[in-house]
């Protein structure tokens, strides 16, 4: 029985298309891995910022509710009146990928996210520009974290402290 | 045979599209790797997501405690039971027990009760000393549920060396202020008054609910709750900024404290109760006797009040009071004390822990009298429990009068303190007239007095005069605190407020709120 083959010319154009094909997709596929790894790379990253900045977080809100009710600072008068309020805004602390705080000097170099704590007092005693505490003030405490130096926003820890409580 | 153009074929038949379908299954097997590298990284951020959210759910729910406590405190006066507190059960529209509430600018909600049994079931009355503060935090869908056990100032107890837990929370009437004056309505008298003759020096926060009327000298160390009625009469205020704002801070009445401090329903007159001889001590006054120079139960006898029927305290009229007679004798005893020579006159007035029902109150420096506060209860066993000495005071017409050096027995020890601590003496004051405190001025030098007054009436009818000597060197030192409708002051006093040696809320005090106390659970 006789084998029917295609052409030469056939033959040859059969492969070379084969091979077109195989390239563009062996390319396209090894773009798309390295696409994909850096996404993979990238989120990766933000996972761990995540967990780090989150324990610095913690960190700072348990730190504040060591400080205690009667000694975290006092800020400025921010409203008169029935129940009068304060705001202290704290400084910037800026810390590693490892959750390590770093000077704001070094921070450009090392600093891969920062937190700023806020504390809101409601029901004060004012006097003048400044005010005092009293004995049902509450003292509402945040822990804003950010990217940096992005500066964008990932989260805030926040909760309240009274006189007496926990 | 073999076909010799297929000898002309580069690649044999089998071996066409090789290259495709290995870059086929190359790109299946990066798809199947990629595919699960993402399914991992999106599972890694989502536990990460997880964990910054369950770290941030149990401020929440922290939060949520302390905002019942501030609830409770602020409406632990209400007169009606249930709105002192939040009671369980699941509002409208919400998906947990309590009151839902949130920290501003933070991520997450709250959602919380007070109950009187562990389980969160039953109300809390605002009474029960035992209750439960419930809270559940929740943050992207993660709850999570925290439960304190609190207890009410006066259930609790110090140890024998003072190096327990003594409560300086504002729940009790005296854990934070120094000075307060609560209600003018009573004629033109303001809350604080502060004449021309008083220089007066307080350790401790100084505050009012209405006015001040200060032509005086008054040094403190910081002021609360000056109301928008105040008055800047002086300079002292005006100098220390001190701006007028409306709020108020309720205090319950001392009918409402009495019926606390002895567990009454809210319609029981506690007055009538404690004229019942079972329900006061009165009958444990004691005086010393010359049996020794020391403190003892063997070295006292009984004293008695007056004999009229009133529960009257004075020492003013011997024929006609027999306070400072023992009983059978005539005479009142005489005797040496604390470097005290015997003297004809010098008699000592034993008030052993306890609760003493009083009308009318004058003990003057007219006959060489001292008052020892024994605080440790020597002359009756011990007071392991810092029991204070307090002195309830209503029904008398007559303003009332104390012009005598107080000492006080050491809990634990065998000696007398002539300062003592204001944790272990009282006086509630419900009468409609005026209870002075004043210097002894037969004595030389500082007059130190020590306790805590309080003197609250739903009409303001009550005021608590306090006196001192003509100069910084003959002045009324009073360690402790003074809450009263009005308070007013003359010549130099200086109150000391509580501070690391001096104690000032008793775990026996009355209750005014609550404070988070003992367990805490988080689950």
């Known amino acids: ?166 | 045979m073999r076909d010799p153009r297929l000898s002309k074929c580069p690649r044999p038949a089998r071996e066409r599209g090789t290259a495709l379908i290995m870059a086929l299954s190359f790109a299946l097997v990066a798809a199947f790797i990629l595919a699960g590298a993402l399914l991992l990284v999106g599972q890694r951020m989502g536990y990460s997501r997880i964990d910054v959210s369950e770290n941030a759910v149990l401020f929440i729910a922290e939060a949520g405690i302390n905002d019942e406590l501030d609830f409770v405190n602020r409406n632990i006066t209400n007169p009606t039971p249930t709105l002192r507190s939040t009671p369980p059960g699941v509002r409208s529209g919400q998906r947990f027990s309590g009151r839902r509430g949130s920290v501003a600018g933070a991520e997450g909600d709250f959602w919380v009760f007070t109950s009187a049994d562990r389980e969160g079931t039953v109300a809390w009355d605002g009474r029960n000393p035992i209750y439960y503060v419930h809270s559940i935090g929740q943050v992207d869908g993660i709850t999570r549920q925290v439960r304190i056990n609190g207890t009410l100032p006066g259930a609790g107890t110090v140890s024998a060396d003072r190096s327990g837990p003594v409560p300086t929370s504002i729940q009790g009437p005296f854990g934070f202020f120094s000075v307060f004056g609560i209600n003018e309505k009573q004629g033109s008298n303001p809350c604080l008054n502060i004449p021309g003759s008083a220089v007066v020096n307080v350790t401790g926060v100084v505050g009012v609910n209405g006015r001040i009327s200060q032509s005086g000298t008054l040094n403190f160390t910081s002021g609360q709750n000056f109301g928008t009625a105040y008055q800047a009469i002086g300079t002292q205020l005006t100098g220390s900024g001190v701006s007028g704002r409306a709020h108020v801070l309720n205090w319950l009445s001392v009918d409402e404290v009495a019926r606390r401090a002895f567990g009454l329903g809210s319609t029981v007159n506690p007055w009538d109760h404690l004229a019942v001889a079972g329900n006061n001590d009165n009958g444990r006054v004691r005086m010393f006797a010359p049996t020794g120079s020391s403190l003892s139960t063997t070295g006292t006898v009984s004293a008695r009040f007056s004999s009229s029927g009133q529960t009257v305290l004075t020492n003013s009229n011997y024929s006609k009071n027999d306070l400072m007679l023992p009983s059978g004798t005539s005479r009142g005893r005489l005797g040496s004390f604390e470097g005290v020579t015997a003297v004809n006159g010098v008699r000592t007035l034993i008030f052993p822990p306890g609760d003493y029902l009083i009308s009318d109150l004058s003990l003057d420096n007219l006959a060489e009298t001292r008052v020892i506060i024994d605080f440790g209860g020597l002359t009756v066993g011990g007071n392991p429990t810092y029991r204070p000495i307090r002195f309830w005071m209503n029904g008398g017409s007559n303003n009332d009068l104390l012009r005598l050096p107080l000492s006080m027995t050491v809990p634990g020890g065998t000696g007398i303190s002539s300062t003592g601590s204001a944790m272990g003496f009282r006086i509630f004051y419900n009468k409609a007239s005026v209870f002075n405190l004043e210097r002894d001025t037969s004595s030389t030098g500082v007059h130190r007095a020590f306790g805590a007054i309080y003197s609250v009436t739903p009409d303001g009818r009550t005021s608590i005069d306090i006196k001192g000597g003509g100069s910084f060197g003959t002045r009324l030192e009073l360690r402790g605190a003074v809450v009263a409708d009005q308070v007013s002051f003359n010549g130099y006093t200086t109150i000391i407020g509580a501070t690391a040696d001096n104690f000032v809320t008793n775990p026996n005090d009355p209750i005014m709120g609550v404070q988070y106390a003992t367990a805490y659970t988080a689950r």
Not at chain 1, 100 to 121: G, K, L, N
Not at chain 1, 124 to 140: F, N
């Open chain 1, 1 to 166: 029985m006789r084998l029917r083959t295609p052409p030469a010319r056939q033959r040859r154009a059969f492969g070379l298309v084969e091979l077109l094909v195989a390239l563009v997709l062996f390319a396209v596929t090894t773009g798309t891995v390295a696409l994909v790894s850096q996404a993979v790379m990238r989120a990766g990253d933000t996972s761990r910022v995540l967990e780090v900045a989150g324990i610095t977080a913690h960190r700072d809100l348990e730190m504040a509710k060591i400080t205690g009710w009667a000694n975290l600072p006092l800020g400025t008068v921010q409203s008169t009146g029935a129940r009068a309020t304060g705001r202290w805004t704290g400084p910037i602390r800026y810390y590693d990928g490892q959750g390590v705080e770093v000077s704001a000097s070094q921070a450009p170099q090392r600093a891969r996210y920062r937190v700023q704590r806020f504390i809101d007092d409601d029901d004060v005693s004012v006097w003048g520009t400044t005010y005092t505490l009293q004995p049902l003030t509450i003292r509402r405490v945040r822990a804003e974290v950010r990217r940096y130096p992005e500066n964008s926003y990932l989260f805030t820890y926040g909760t309240l402290i009274v006189r007496g409580g926990i």
